[in-house]
């Protein structure tokens, strides 16, 4: 059975920063590229940051700088490291995975991704 699940989110204030924990199983993990996605209230989901099979990463413009997308192989883990949080950053954020053997632009895509968590608020506040 595929599990994703989502940990490490909050409420912190503007400024600060978080950790995002996202652990897999049931899939063979290091053949699968990861990405991290979020959906604020009234707005569609979004693609934040993907890694590949290559250990590639992608970033949507918005987090570029801001967060690092990385992972521990040997964990079946995602992580997602952001810094200088904004309340726009508001979000429920998800973790979820394709493949076989796909690249982090293609992780960034929504539409492309098999298997979902099932999200981690994050609130940031002014």
């Known amino acids: 059975q595929v599990q994703l699940v989502e940990s490490g989110g909050g409420s912190v204030q503007a400024g600060g920063s978080l950790r995002l924990s996202c652990a897999a199983s049931?899939?063979?993990?290091?053949?699968?590229?990861m990405g991290w996605f979020r959906q604020a209230p009234g707005k569609e989901r979004e693609g934040v940051a993907g890694?590949?099979?290559?250990?590639?990463?992608s970033y949507a413009d918005f987090v570029k700088g801001r967060f690092t997308i990385s992972q521990d192989n040997a964990k079946n883990t995602l992580f997602l490291q952001m810094s200088s949080l904004t309340p726009e950053d508001t979000a429920m954020y998800y973790c979820?995975?394709?493949?076989?053997?796909?690249?982090?632009?293609?992780?960034?895509?929504?539409?492309?991704?098999?298997?979902w968590g099932k999200g981690t608020l994050v609130t940031i506040a002014s």
């Open positions: 890694i590949g099979t290559d250990s590639s990463t």
């Open positions: 979820a995975a394709a493949g076989p053997y796909c690249n982090s632009d293609y992780a960034l895509r929504s539409s492309g991704m098999y298997y």
């Open positions: 049931g899939f063979p993990y290091s053949s699968y590229c």
